[in-house]
């Protein structure tokens, strides 16, 4: 089922609200260093209106910063993320 459990939500027993203050805190920590805090802000903004994972919210985003125009992947768990075409 495509609306099954996000791996984050599965591996460490939270829901999206808690995955999203986690993520948020080490944003917020200012000894953790990101490859892009950008785009995992912009990853987050998308997790958080959206239902898709985080993961793949990451990629999607990372993907249109390296310029990429669209994301193809049979994932239909990334079905309305922009620039997402599924296969």
Do not use: H
Not at 64 to 75: K, L
């Amino acid at each position: 089922c495509w609306l099954e459990e996000d791996p984050l939500e599965r591996s460490y027993n939270l829901k999206r609200g808690g995955i999203a203050r986690a993520v948020r805190a080490l944003l917020d920590n200012s000894t953790v260093r990101f490859e892009s805090a950008s785009a995992v802000r912009s990853a987050l903004g998308l997790f958080e209106t959206g239902r898709t994972g985080f993961p793949d919210c990451l990629i999607v985003t990372k993907a249109r910063q390296a310029g990429c125009e669209e994301t193809i992947t049979f994932d239909r768990r990334m079905d309305g993320l922009p620039g997402v075409r599924i296969l």
